[in-house]
């Protein structure tokens, strides 16, 4: 999803933009796929998948749209069966048949937790916002894009065994394709995001703005808002412990990001790590403690 995650997303809102106009819409993407849907101009709601789980925020929302697939790692899957079964120790026939049964075990343990993510995505919506004594729910709409092959056959299964009353329509749309035209939206909430996701190390804004697909003038803008100290932008970085350093002057100005783990903002340390680094950068460091009813379209 990441690697063609610029052109998908575009095709996806150039699709919807004008059908759900008049919805009120809840986006759940992949958390390195969320700046670049930021990026775009719309007025969807975004969150990423692993901090929606139990959330009301959503629950006015009509639609659900949700794009990728939660799959934990199959490590996840691993540890959480061989902590729940013996193991045997030697290579018999029953040990390589039960070790054969772990394989599939695994496999469809990720698939049914990523199930059970789906599903916790569509019931942040209105699904379950009872609207009578009748225990009756408002409808909803929720569109799902999955594989074209038995695990995505097998994710549907579930989802319609879990939620009864849910109608399951085709999606006209094609997710991989030609990148469309989108407009693209102010860069602050985008930046904020992308750069709260960095690793540490260093990452310049250039490689910011191209990660978000914003133009060099646009990188001068926000390079602007950046060297002031007052403006929005800049405040709301500091407030999450990040500040923007620069160096050189005119065209031979340079800005990088850089993610530094420094266990206190004012001690000797902070002053000592500083000087490893390259001017013109980002500094991020660690703050001080002190479907009831409704309608799901897939595309197959």
């Known amino acids: 999803m990441t690697k063609f995650a610029k052109s998908r997303i ?3 809102l150039d699709h919807m933009l004008e059908p759900l106009k008049d919805k009120e819409v809840f986006l759940c993407v992949h958390k390195q796929v969320e700046p670049i849907v930021l990026s775009f101009e719309t007025e969807y709601s975004v969150e990423h998948w692993g901090n929606i789980d139990g959330r009301n925020d959503w629950q006015d929302c009509d639609t659900a749209v949700l794009l990728g697939l939660p799959y934990l790692p199959h490590s996840w899957a691993k540890n959480t069966v061989l902590a729940t079964v013996s193991v045997l120790q030697n290579n018999d026939e029953l040990g390589i048949a039960r070790a054969k049964r ?15 993510s789906i599903i ?21 709409d929720v569109y799902l894009i999955y594989p074209d092959n038995l695990s995505g056959l097998g994710f549907l299964a579930r989802i319609v065994a879990e939620m009864p ?3 399951v329509e085709p999606w006209d749309f094609t997710l991989d394709g030609k990148k469309k035209s989108v407009r693209k939206a102010k860069y602050t909430e985008p930046v904020i995001s992308l750069v709260e996701g960095q690793p540490i190390g260093q990452t310049s804004i250039k490689d910011i703005c191209s990660k978000l697909g914003y133009s060099r003038i646009t990188r001068k803008d926000l390079q602007a808002d950046l060297r002031n100290s007052k403006h929005p932008l800049t405040r709301e970085l500091a407030s999450r412990g990040i500040t923007y350093h620069s160096e050189g002057k005119g065209s031979a100005t340079r800005g990088a990001g850089v993610a530094e783990s420094v266990p206190w903002v004012h001690a000797g340390p902070f002053w000592y790590l500083m000087k490893q680094i390259a001017d013109g950068a980002w500094t991020s460091y660690p703050m001080p403690s002190v479907m009831a009813a409704g309608s799901v379209f897939c595309v197959l």
């Open 165 to 167: 009353g849910i109608r």
């Open 102 to 116: 772990r394989k599939y075990q695994n496999s469809n343990l990720v698939m049914r937790q990523a199930t059970a």
């Open 10 to 12: 575009t095709r996806l």
């Open 120 to 140: 916790q995505a569509i019931n942040r919506i209105r699904c379950r916002k009872v609207i009578d004594k009748h225990g009756n729910c408002q409808e909803c």
